[in-house]
T-cell receptor, first 111, second 109 residues
Framework: EPEVTQTPSHQVTQMGQEVILRCVPI?????FYWYRQILGQKVEFLVS????????KSEIFDDQFSVERPDGSNFTLKIRSTKLEDSAMYFC?????????FGEGSRLTVL | RKEVEQDPGPFNVPEGATVAFNCTYS??????FFWYRQDCRKEPKLLMS???SGNEDGRFTAQLNRASQYISLLIRDSKLSDSATYLC??????????FGSGTRLQVQP
């Protein structure tokens, strides 16, 4: 069964450092997403991406965040200068129609 | 107003019990719904899609009441492995789905 894969599974970084989280969506899906979940809180939408551009973003997705689809398979989330409050689980998702399918997540710990 | 309202629980039930969760939604234009389950520190996983009045998949039954704007999920013969948070998610026509806090289920031996 096709699945969304994410790397790394866990990353520890120092405050102020840049982080890139990587995702390989399901191959025939056209819509890609990043969500995050701070420990103990609900899953929050960050950004959606379609046809090589951002289609929607939330208030959380400020100038410190960017997304890219550098080739035909990868979809990345970059955080330019991490803050302590960026510590969370970051989930990538993809969809073809309504349902979203999530990867296992990348846990980011900012020290 | 929140898109969905769910009882946060936890619902503590013994193995083998039948348990039902309700979810009320505010956007009457929502055409379809999804039930996701999320285990602690894991990703949300699609459990069921509901496009008409309901759906059934094994021990799981979802029913949609558009007039009252609620959707329910019934789990029969609960297993220990059913312990998770269950998230009701409406498809509002936006591509991105909005997740609430869900209902926590704890099935006990």
């Amino acid at each position: 069964e096709p699945e969304v894969t994410q790397t790394p599974s866990h990353q520890v970084t120092q405050m102020g450092q840049e982080v890139i989280l990587r995702c390989v969506p399901i191959s025939n899906h056209l819509y890609f997403y990043w969500y995050r979940q701070i420990l103990g809180q609900k899953v929050e939408f960050l950004v959606s991406f379609y046809n090589n551009e951002i289609s929607e973003k939330s208030e959380i997705f400020d100038d410190q965040f960017s997304v890219e689809r550098p080739d035909g398979s990868n979809f990345t989330l970059k955080i330019r200068s991490t803050k302590l409050e960026d510590s969370a689980m970051y989930f990538c998702a993809s969809s073809r129609s309504g349902e979203l399918f999530f990867g296992e997540g990348s846990r980011l710990t900012v020290l | 107003r929140k898109e969905v309202e769910q009882d946060p629980g936890p619902f503590n039930v013994p193995e083998g019990a039948t348990v039902a969760f309700n979810c009320t939604y505010s956007n009457s234009a929502s055409q379809s719904f999804f039930w996701y389950r999320q285990d602690c520190r894991k990703e949300p996983k699609l459990l069921m899609s509901v496009y008409s009045s309901g759906n059934e998949d094994g021990r799981f039954t979802a029913q949609l009441n558009r007039a009252s704007q609620y959707i329910s999920l019934l789990i029969r013969d609960s297993k220990l492995s059913d312990s998770a948070t269950y998230l009701c998610v409406p498809d509002t026509g936006r591509r991105a789905l909005t997740f609430g806090s869900g209902t926590r289920l704890q099935v006990q031996p």
